[in-house]
């Protein structure tokens, strides 16, 4: 008799830093763009954002009638919660009113879709606390999103030591909001500090601002863009492995 075959998982990532303002949410709902519409990957984008979901905002999902936090809450099936954005991309938001939803279960959630999925990535939250470490125990790999600035990189140290002590490999760095200035740390100082490679270096672009007011993620709003050549170039590392 043929083996019986386990049925195919979702890679799963986080995407994460432990400074606010350096770019996961941005970055999170761009790459899920390009990894569904360009390499054709059955990907979910996750808002575990819980205290301020944001990243329905790049979708136009500003107010979803399911959200995480109801999947939390028991109100709902994770399944429930999904919703479709173009390309075969889905995503499932979190609410921007909703409060105190058990973080802890979102592993368990999780693993409910993780075979509907060639790849789900996880948008976290801004700082080192325990829903940070739930949110990022129940992936596979993290993404370190940094700038490139002395708070933001002794926060992605912390994220490293976090990723040493949950026993996820760091899958990169993204540097991003880059100015080419020489008070900045360089690509090369980055990816040594953190021992990690950094996959992609996003210029601090106007047009991402833009488009976050259009509600458009940067990568269809403005495509050739620098921030969404660089973008392009994270997706493709990412989809290669
Ligand atoms: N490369 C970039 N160039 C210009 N603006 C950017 C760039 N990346 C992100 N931004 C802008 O910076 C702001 C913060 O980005 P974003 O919300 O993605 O960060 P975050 O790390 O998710 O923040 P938080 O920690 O609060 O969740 C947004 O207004 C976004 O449009
Ligand atoms: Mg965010």
Excluded at 106 to 131: F, H, R, S, W
Aim: charged share 25%; with cysteine.
């Amino acid at each position: 008799m043929p083996p019986v075959q386990a049925s195919k998982k979702a890679r799963i990532l986080s995407v994460v830093s432990a400074k606010g303002g350096v770019g996961k949410t941005t970055i999170t709902a761009n790459l899920g763009v390009l990894l569904a519409k360009e390499h054709k990957l059955k990907t979910l984008i996750i808002d575990a954002d819980l205290d301020l979901p944001t990243l329905g905002f790049h979708l136009d999902l500003i107010d979803p009638d399911i959200s995480l936090h109801d999947v939390l809450k028991g109100k709902f099936a994770i399944n429930q919660a999904v919703h479709a954005y173009d390309y075969g991309l889905h995503i499932i938001p979190g609410s921007v009113s909703e409060e105190n939803a058990p973080v802890k279960e979102i592993k368990n959630e999780i693993a409910q879709l993780a075979t509907q999925y060639d790849i789900i990535l996880l948008d976290t939250v801004p700082c080192m606390d325990e829903g940070l470490k739930n949110i990022a125990g129940a992936s596979d790999e993290i993404l370190i999103v940094t700038s490139p600035d002395l708070p933001s990189m002794t926060a992605s140290l912390k994220a490293v030591k976090l990723s040493r002590n949950l026993g996820i490999p760091v899958r990169g760095v993204v540097l991003n909001k880059v100015r080419r200035k020489n008070y900045e740390l360089s690509s090369s100082d980055v990816g040594s500090a953190l021992g990690a490679q950094v996959l992609a270096s996003i210029p601090e672009d106007p047009k991402v601002y833009e488009a976050l007011f259009e509600k458009k993620p940067v990568v269809l709003y403005a495509p050739k863009s620098p921030a969404s050549g660089e973008l392009r170039k994270l997706a493709d590392a990412i989809a290669k492995d």
